[in-house]
């Protein structure tokens, strides 16, 4: 089996962080690059990629996988040997796909629902419980140690590292000094910065090209 992955990637959106996760594995990979500018993501060839046409989505070994925490625990675990997803049987297995998990069915909910200033109901019909206790969750397992399991650092902090990066800064989420201390250790990282450069290039090259199309 080849380990040759293809990831569908628009500049600045959620594909970002899985790019960031595959140079943080080392892993073997190529772009198709979108331009959602453009709308790109919501024409064909890329509707027959993802019918949703949302970012990310990759494709490996004629599958494909969507929906970015998927993507994440994918590809962490084809490149084990980066050693960024505790195996089976490692004490750490079990919180790391729990806060996965928690990153995809509660934190996105959650923040959708703040963005639109909408009531996600009550705790017990929402699927987040309430926001404010989900984001104390969060801070309180950040408090924990330098990464989100602790001292080791996984494909889950690239995840969550970027997502409270962005969300922070667009004032979903409060700005408390153990999420931003977090965001600085993870979007420091050598991976991320190099996603972060070649992000405004791309961006720029497209909305040049979009420009250059109009009359
Ligand atoms: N549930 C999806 C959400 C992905 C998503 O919302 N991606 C955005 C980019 S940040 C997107 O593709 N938006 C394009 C659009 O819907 O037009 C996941 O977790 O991967």
């Known amino acids: 089996m080849s380990r040759r992955v293809t990831l569908f990637h628009s500049p600045n959106t959620r594909s970002s ?6 140079h943080e594995l080392g892993a073997d990979f190529e772009l198709s690059i979108l331009n ?18 949302k970012v990310p989505a990759i494709r490996h070994d004629g599958a494909v996988v969507t929906e970015q925490v998927a993507v994440f ?20 297995r079990g919180p790391y796909l729990r806060w996965m998990a928690i990153y995809g069915a509660s934190f996105e909910p959650a923040l959708i629902d ?17 926001y404010d206790t989900l984001i104390t969750l969060i801070a ?9 399991l602790g001292s080791r650092f996984t494909a889950a902090d690239v995840l969550w590292g970027i997502g409270l990066g962005w969300t922070t800064s667009f ?24 996603v972060r450069e070649f992000d405004a290039h ?11 199309e109009k009359p």
């Open 36 to 53: 959602m500018k453009a709308g790109e993501n919501r024409q064909q060839p890329y509707l027959a990629v993802n019918p949703l046409g």
């Open 114 to 130: 703040k963005a639109m200033q909408r009531d996600g109901g009550t705790a017990s019909m929402s699927v987040y419980g309430d």
């Open 202 to 212: 791309l961006a720029a090259e497209q909305a040049a090209a979009l420009a250059a």
């Open 73 to 92: 625990l994918y590809l962490a675990d084809l490149w084990a040997e980066a050693r960024l997803a505790p195996a089976i049987g490692d004490p750490l």
């Open 17 to 22: 962080g899985a790019l960031t996760l595959l």
């Open 171 to 194: 004032g979903l989420v409060p700005k408390l000094p153990v999420f931003m201390d977090y965001v600085a250790r993870v979007t420091s990282r050598p991976a991320a910065v190099r």
């Open 140 to 148: 309180d397992q950040l408090s924990g140690g330098q990464w989100l």
